[in-house]
């Protein structure tokens, strides 16, 4: 078992920064590729970023391509996520996730095993 704790959501204006973290528990974190993802209401869950086991390969969805970065750190058993350049369409829950079977992680929800219960972000404009 694993277990996940978001924290860093809050309101923030447009154009301005937020940092999300992860805290894992319970498992080899280091062992783990992790992912974030958003949903807002009424919408579906989708794909923000993902990170390898080791930190070395990331991934973006293009709407964040350039303002978010997505880092671990396997000695504090955490990832965050920087975001820079916010905009009211980047409001939404902020999920964190879990990934045993891939390296690389995955652009898809199903296919992480594990995730948090999810902090908010809002932008206002």
């Known amino acids: 078992q694993v277990q996940l704790v978001e924290s860093g959501g809050g309101l923030v204006q447009a154009g301005g920064s937020l940092r999300l973290s992860c805290a894992a528990s319970g498992r080899t974190f280091s062992s783990l590729s992790m992912g974030w993802f958003r949903q807002a209401p009424g919408k579906e869950r989708e794909f923000v970023a993902a990170?390898?086991?080791?930190?070395?390969?990331?991934y973006y969805a293009d709407s964040v391509k350039g303002r978010f970065t997505v880092s671990r750190d396997n000695a504090k058993n955490t990832v965050y996520l920087r975001m820079n350049s916010l905009k009211p369409e980047d409001t939404a829950v902020y999920y964190c996730a879990a990934c045993q079977q891939y390296y690389t992680g995955s652009y898809y929800p199903n296919e992480y095993d594990y995730w948090g219960q999810g902090t908010q972000v809002t932008v206002s404009s």
């Open positions: 990170v390898s086991w080791s930190g070395d390969n990331t």
